[in-house]
C-alpha cells in the first residue's frame, strides 16, 4: 500500500470511551502531523512529529495524546472527548517538518456522542 | 506571524468557464505557498506549490498560480474548468517554521 493511509476511516463513540486514530505512511517521510478540520472552520494543526520527537502541540485539550512510536506511525489516542470534538481528523506526512510539501490521509470522521 | 486569507467562500462557475480563486498572505519573511484540493470524504492533495523562481506555477489537473509577492498573492486559476473541479480548495503558507498555515477553504462548484 501506498501514500498516507488512516483507519479507522468513521468512529462513533460515546463522551466515556477510550479509542485510538491510526496512521500510517509509507513514503518514507520523517515527519508526520495531525490536524482537525470542523466545518466552517480553518484546518487546524493540533501535533507535529518530526523524527519521532513532538515538536508542536498547537495548545490540544489532554483528552487527545498523540503517540509516534517510528517515523512511519502516528496515533490519536481519545478519552472523554466532547460533542465539539466531532470532526474530521486527518493525519500527514512529509520529508521534513518545515517548508516541504504535506501528504495527506483520507481522514477519520470522528462522531461524539 | 503568517497568516492567508481566501476572500472567497465560495465560487460559483459553469462548465469551460475560466475560474480564479484568490489567495493574500502576511509574512514578514520569504515564504513558501501552496495550493490543496479536498475532493469530498477525502484528505487534501496538493495542486501545486511556490519555492522560489519563476513566478507562474503549473500544477496538476490543468491549475496554475501566479506568485505576487508586491501584491502578497497566489491566486490559482484554470482557463476551462470541469465538473469534476467541483471541491474544496485551500491555500496555505510556510515560513520559517515547521508548519503550513491553511486559508479557510473555497468551494468551487462547477455547473453544466
Known amino acids: 500500500e501506498t501514500g498516507v493511509t488512516q483507519t479507522p476511516r468513521h468512529l462513533v463513540m460515546g463522551m466515556t470511551n477510550k479509542k485510538s486514530l491510526k496512521c500510517e505512511q509509507h513514503l518514507g517521510h520523517n515527519a508526520m502531523y495531525w490536524y482537525k478540520q470542523s466545518a466552517k472552520k480553518p484546518l487546524e494543526l493540533m501535533f507535529v512529529?518530526?523524527?519521532?520527537?513532538?515538536?508542536e502541540n498547537n495548545s490540544v485539550p489532554s483528552r487527545f495524546s498523540p503517540e509516534c512510536p517510528n517515523s512511519s506511525h502516528l496515533f490519536l489516542h481519545l478519552h472523554t472527548l466532547q460533542p465539539e470534538d466531532s470532526a474530521l481528523y486527518l493525519c500527514?506526512?512529509?520529508?521534513?517538518?518545515?517548508?516541504?510539501?504535506?501528504?495527506f490521509g483520507p481522514g477519520t470522521r470522528l462522531t461524539v456522542t | 506571524a503568517q497568516s492567508v486569507t481566501q476572500l472567497d467562500s465560495q465560487v460559483p462557475v459553469f462548465e469551460e468557464a475560466p475560474v480564479e480563486l484568490r489567495c493574500n498572505y502576511s509574512?514578514?519573511?520569504?515564504?513558501?505557498l501552496f495550493w490543496y484540493v479536498q475532493y469530498p470524504n477525502q484528505g487534501l492533495q496538493l495542486l501545486l506549490k511556490y519555492l522560489s523562481g519563476s513566478t507562474l506555477v503549473k500544477g496538476i489537473n490543468g491549475f496554475e498560480a501566479e506568485f505576487n509577492k508586491s501584491q502578497t498573492s497566489f491566486h490559482l486559476r484554470k482557463p476551462s474548468v470541469h465538473i469534476s473541479d467541483t471541491a474544496e480548495y485551500f491555500c496555505a503558507v510556510s515560513a520559517n517554521t515547521d508548519k503550513l498555515i491553511f486559508g479557510t477553504g473555497t468551494r468551487l462548484q462547477v455547473f453544466p
Open positions: 509574512s514578514s519573511v520569504s515564504v513558501y
Open positions: 512529529y518530526n523524527f519521532k520527537e513532538q515538536t
Open positions: 500527514a506526512s512529509s520529508h521534513a517538518a518545515g517548508r516541504d510539501e504535506q501528504y
